[in-house]
């Protein structure tokens, strides 16, 4: 069995997305499910299709191709590459716009390829990331509703991704009176107005999600059980159906500072390091070209992880209730982002559990 190893329990994924759509479905709101931190991988897609999930959503276009043969509409989230835009018409069904000169583009290849594109206007509500200003909303519309080969479906806002904004109440009202503004003034009925990401979960619990927010772009929740405002676990969902090992090949005691003159690392920092005298270390076998250092936990708490280069991580084991030894297996809790680098790393072996 090859390490690392990131195994994926299928079952929990399930559980996690029929849950959520559960919740979600009550309030009238429709998941698109972000696939792009298990890189668009068709397994788990198709688990959380068959558990009613009616959009899935990605970033990059390699993984919406690997999604091409489920019948449910694709969403590029991802403000696409003028390069990307003939791949866009040909396997994306709704993309996220902020520029009229791309949507011009876009119109142009569609008519081409004898397509209709649906687009949804980002609107940048204070994050800082994606979107044009609500100032520029209208001008906008007008200009794509003159264009063929493509059809406004809704708007959209992002939160947390860049700026760390948390969404409000008072916030998604404001997108709210942007969609019935374009529909009075233009005489559209626009399908969809997608209020954020995970971290506008905490307004549907608290019942503050307003009336006409109807899609939530929803990964974290899914993969790992837990919300992003303020990073806990969601209860009834499962955090461990993404489950982190690695394989130890060296077990020394050693000094906790380096010994000689010192510079800086690998990675172009310079390290800084706690004198706590002699202590057990275990070397595993992965490192930052495999995990986000910053996103792993030993699962045995009295073990502290000290570093890592690129291909070797260093874990303080003095602590640690059952003795180590070459070859030993260890368990790590990861976050989303070390999720994400675990996934995309073609060095770390992926196993199913159905």
């Not at 939160?159 to 009075?184: D, Q, S």
């Not at 997608?194 to 307003?210: A, D, F, R, V, Y």
């Not at 084991?317 to 790393?345: C, H, N, P, Q, V």
Request: charge should be negative; glycine fraction near 8%.
């Amino acid at each position: 069995m090859g390490y690392p190893r990131l195994e994926i329990d299928l079952k929990k994924i399930r559980h996690n997305a029929r849950e959520l759509f559960t919740q979600c479905s009550k309030a009238g709101i429709h998941i698109a499910a972000v696939t792009k931190v298990f890189c668009g991988e068709a397994k788990i897609a198709q688990v959380l299709v068959e558990e009613g999930i009616t959009m899935l959503a990605d970033s990059r276009m390699q993984n919406i191709k690997k999604l091409s043969n489920l019948s449910v509409p694709k969403m590029l989230l991802r403000i696409p590459m003028l390069s990307e835009l003939e791949d866009l018409v040909e396997y994306v069904d709704v993309s996220f716009q902020s520029e009229i000169d791309t949507i011009r583009k876009v119109s142009e290849i569609a008519q081409k390829q004898n397509k209709i594109h649906d687009i949804m206007l980002m609107v940048d509500l204070g994050d800082l990331r994606e979107g044009c200003w609500e100032d520029e909303v209208q001008t906008i519309v007008e200009a794509a509703m003159a264009l063929k080969g493509v059809r406004l479906i809704g708007i959209g806002a992002n939160f947390g991704c860049y700026g760390g904004v948390i969404p409000e109440r008072h916030t998604l009202e404001k997108l709210v009176g942007i969609k019935e503004e374009i529909e009075n003034r233009w005489g559209l009925e626009l399908e969809f107005i997608s209020g954020g990401n995970s971290n506008s979960l905490h307004l549907l619990w608290e019942n503050q999600i307003p009336k006409g927010i109807n899609q939530l772009r929803l990964g974290e929740p899914i993969v790992l059980g837990k919300e992003d405002v303020y990073n806990v676990p969601i209860d009834g969902l499962y955090q461990d159906a993404f489950r982190l090992f690695g394989q130890v090949v060296e077990i020394k005691e050693k000094p906790s500072v380096p010994i000689g003159k010192r510079g800086i690392d690998a990675f172009g920092n310079v390290p800084v390091f706690t004198d706590r005298g002699l202590r057990k270390r275990a070397i595993v076998a992965m490192g930052r070209q495999d995990i986000l250092l910053d996103g792993i936990q030993p699962i045995e708490k009295e073990m502290i992880i000290l570093g890592a280069s690129s291909d070797h991580l260093l874990v303080d084991i003095a602590d640690a209730k059952i003795t180590k030894k070459i070859g030993d297996i260890l368990e790590f809790t990861m976050s989303y982002g070390a999720l994400l680098a675990a996934m995309t790393s073609a060095y770390v072996h992926k196993v199913f559990i159905e």
